[in-house]
T-cell receptor
Framework: DQQVKQNSPSLSVQEGRISILNCDYTNSMFDYFLWYKKYPAEGPTFLISISSIKDKNEDGRFTVFLNKSAKHLSLHIVPSQPGDSAVYFCAASAGSGGSQGNLIFGKGTKLSVKP | DGGITQSPKYLFRKEGQNVTLSCEQNLNHDAMYWYRQDPGQGLRLIYYSQIVNDFQKGDIAEGYSVSREKKESFPLTVTSAQKNPTAFYLC?????????????FGPGTRLTVT
C-alpha cells in the first residue's frame, strides 16, 4: 500500500508558466516532507522541504505548500525553465518514529518544460 | 569536495554471481541508506544503517546484504538469491537527530544481470 502517492506520472508545461506537482500521503505520522529532482542515470538532488508545523516554504522559484487536513502537498515552480525538465519525487518522513530519518518516496512525476 | 561516491557507474554480471556495490561518503554522516529504483517506480529502501556495526532491513531486503564496518563506507552485496537484480542502485547518507531529514544521494550504479 503506497503511503506517498504522486498520481500524475508526467506533466508538460510551457516555459515561463507555472508547474504544479502534486503529492498525497496517507500516514498521519508523517511530519516532514521533501521534494527531490532527478535526471536520468543520476542520483536525486534535494530541492526543498517543509515541516508539518508550516503550511508553506519558499526558496527562489520553488514553493512547497502543505495541507495537513487533506494530506496533500504541492510543489510550485515559477517561472518554469527548460532546465527544470526532470523527474520530481515527493518524500515523507515520520521523524519521531522508530525509523527516524527514513524517507518514503512517491513514484515520481516527469516534468517536461517546453521552450 | 564533500559528497558520496558510488562505483562503478555501470556493472554487468552473469546470473548466479554475487556482486558488491561500493558506497563511500566523506560528509561525516552517521546514517547511510541503499535504495533501488526500477522504471516507473519510486525509490525503495533496501537497507539502512544509523551507526557503525549496526544496520536494519528496509522494505525489500531479501536477496541483499550489507556491512557497516566504517562510518564512511556502506557496501551492498547483491546475492544470487535476488530474483530481479537488474536495477539502478542509489546510496544516500544523512545526519541523525537534528530534525533535518534530508538525504544526500550518490550518482548511482546501474547493475545489469544477464
Amino acid at each position: 500500500d503506497q503511503q506517498v502517492k504522486q498520481n500524475s506520472p508526467s506533466l508538460s508545461v510551457q516555459e515561463g508558466r507555472i508547474s504544479i506537482l502534486n503529492c498525497d500521503y496517507t500516514n498521519s505520522m508523517f511530519d516532514y516532507f521533501l521534494w527531490y529532482k532527478k535526471y536520468p542515470a543520476e542520483g536525486p538532488t534535494f530541492l526543498i522541504s517543509i515541516s508539518s508545523i508550516k503550511d508553506k516554504n519558499e526558496d527562489g522559484r520553488f514553493t512547497v505548500f502543505l495541507n495537513k487536513s487533506a494530506k496533500h502537498l504541492s510543489l510550485h515552480i515559477v517561472p518554469s525553465q527548460p532546465g527544470d525538465s526532470a523527474v520530481y519525487f515527493c518524500a515523507a518522513s515520520a521523524g519521531s518514529g522508530g525509523s527516524q530519518g527514513n524517507l518514503i518516496f512517491g513514484k515520481g512525476t516527469k516534468l517536461s518544460v517546453k521552450p | 569536495d564533500g559528497g558520496i561516491t558510488q562505483s562503478p557507474k555501470y556493472l554487468f554480471r552473469k546470473e548466479g554471481q554475487n556482486v558488491t556495490l561500493s558506497c563511500e561518503q566523506n560528509l561525516n554522516h552517521d546514517a547511510m541508506y541503499w535504495y533501488r529504483q526500477d522504471p516507473g517506480q519510486g525509490l525503495r529502501l533496501i537497507y539502512y544503517s544509523q551507526i557503525v556495526n549496526d544496520f536494519q532491513k528496509g522494505d525489500i531486503a531479501e536477496g541483499y546484504s550489507v556491512s557497516r564496518e566504517k562510518k564512511e563506507s556502506f557496501p551492498l552485496t547483491v546475492t544470487s538469491a535476488q530474483k530481479n537484480p537488474t536495477a539502478f542502485y542509489l546510496c544516500a547518507s544523512s545526519i541523525v537527530g537534528t530534525g533535518n531529514y534530508e538525504q544526500y544521494f550518490g550518482p548511482g550504479t546501474r547493475l545489469t544481470v544477464t
